[in-house]
């Protein structure tokens, strides 16, 4: 069936998008600190380390994502309770991302955000609930009819 190699390709996009945004993250809080930008009386030195702390927390939010896709991936099992809610943690943030990209960014971005979320999804679909077999239907006998 194809839900492994769909599992294993989720946790490669996920695991390769992970340093994308801590570097993303990372170019964004060097102009802040360039600029020595401020919202509103904010002291910049904050934004810089709210910046970094951003980038770092959604690095290892991916990370942990991406190895929930992988361990479903290797054991062709659905992953857990707290796995399947990261994935849809996963998912939301990234259709939420690919609305904004539209904007912002433009088609090919939300292209990409979107492909990230059908894998994902894909993902969590495949692996639905198992051992959830239809019941047989048991036929009437002439005299129940």
């Excluded at 509103?40 to 904050?46: F, K, R, T």
């Excluded at 990370?63 to 992953?79: H, N, Y």
């Excluded at 955000?113 to 959830?132: D, F, H, N, Q, R």
């Excluded at 019941?135 to 006998?141: F, I, S, Y």
Aim: aromatic share 4%.
């Amino acid at each position: 069936m194809a839900r492994r190699p769909i599992a294993l390709v989720t946790a490669a996009v996920l695991l390769v998008e992970a340093p994308a945004i801590v570097g993303l993250n990372a170019v964004m809080a060097r102009f802040v600190e360039a600029q020595s930008m401020s919202l509103d009386g904010l002291d910049p030195d904050h934004m810089v380390t709210g910046t970094w702390a951003l980038g770092i927390g959604s690095g290892v939010a991916l990370a942990l994502c991406s190895l929930v896709a992988l361990l479903a991936g290797i054991r062709d099992r659905r992953p857990g309770r707290l796995g399947r809610g990261l994935l849809i943690g996963c998912a939301i943030v990234h259709g939420v991302l690919g609305a904004v990209a539209v904007g912002l960014i433009g088609w090919h971005a939300f292209a990409v955000l979107m492909t990230v979320v059908g894998l994902i999804v894909l993902t969590l679909v495949m692996y639905g609930k198992e051992g959830a077999a239809p019941e047989p239907v048991k036929a009437l006998e002439p005299n129940e009819a």
